[in-house]
């Protein structure tokens, strides 16, 4: 995998990658609403399986960027199932000192331009908590609309937000 834009790298994920992804997923105000902060040795088993097996067919990358080379986010697309439904998620994640610069907009863009030309999906969807709001706003500059509100596994209400082909 690999999409490129005018700041940011998307890629395979490397061994040296593992660190930065990592702090991002034990990060607490990143994962505030993602379901909180995961579990260090369950992430490094976790990406060691995705180095040695290589990503699923749905699935998260780092997100590098070009300036400092560093590993900023961690983003993509994943298959969920949404009340009884097959839907294919656009996950953004980036970590905190590169928020508000307009990077999750810019590789979201490219990820979905690249779902909807490459591999031919007709339809995204992003799970929403409310109350992230800047999540919400980036979704709407991707695109995407308010479809409904949708009860999750655990009995959470999360906004689905849904951009069509
Ligand atoms: C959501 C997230 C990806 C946004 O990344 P980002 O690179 O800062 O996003 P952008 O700069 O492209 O756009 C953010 C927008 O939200 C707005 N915003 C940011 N924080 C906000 C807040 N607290 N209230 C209202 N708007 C806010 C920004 O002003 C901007 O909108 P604008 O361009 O209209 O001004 C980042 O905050 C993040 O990684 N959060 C934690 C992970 C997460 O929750 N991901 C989404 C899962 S559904």
Same mark, same amino acid.
């Given at each position: 995998?690999?999409?490129?834009?005018?700041?940011? !790298?998307?890629?395979?994920?490397r @061994?040296?990658?593992?660190?930065?992804?990592? @702090?991002?997923?034990?990060?607490?105000?990143v994962?505030?609403?993602?379901g909180?902060p $995961?579990?260090?040795?369950?992430?490094?088993?976790?990406?060691?399986?995705?180095?040695?097996?290589?990503?699923? $067919?749905?699935? !998260?990358y780092?997100?590098?960027?070009?300036a400092?080379?560093?590993?900023?986010g961690h983003? /993509? !697309?994943?298959d969920?199932?949404?009340?009884g439904?097959?839907?294919?998620e656009?996950?953004?994640?980036?970590?905190?000192p590169?928020?508000?610069r307009g990077?999750?907009?810019?590789?979201? %863009?490219?990820? @979905?331009?690249?779902?909807f030309?490459?591999q #031919?999906?007709? $339809?995204l969807?992003?799970?929403?908590?409310?109350?992230?709001?800047?999540?919400?706003?980036?979704?709407?500059?991707? #695109?995407?609309?308010?479809?409904?509100?949708?009860? %999750?596994? /655990? /009995?959470?209400?999360?906004?689905?937000?849904?951009?069509?082909?």
């Open positions: 995998m690999r999409i490129a834009t005018p700041r940011l !790298l998307l890629r395979d994920t @061994a040296e990658d593992i660190p930065a992804l990592i @702090a991002l997923w034990t990060d607490a105000e994962t505030r609403y993602m909180g $995961r579990r260090p040795a369950h992430l490094r088993e976790a990406f060691e399986q995705t180095l040695a097996q290589g990503p699923d $067919r749905y699935d !998260l780092p997100v590098i960027e070009v400092s080379g560093t590993v900023v983003c /993509g !697309l994943l969920k199932e949404i009340e439904a097959l839907e294919i656009l996950v953004y994640v980036l970590a905190r590169c928020w508000g990077y999750a907009t810019e590789i979201a %863009r490219a990820i @979905a331009q690249d779902a030309t490459r #031919g999906l007709r $339809r969807v992003a799970l929403i908590e409310p109350g992230n709001v800047a999540s919400e706003r980036v979704a709407a500059k991707v #695109g995407m609309e308010l479809e409904r509100e949708v009860l %999750r596994p /655990g /009995g959470h209400l999360m906004r689905l937000y849904a951009l069509n082909a």
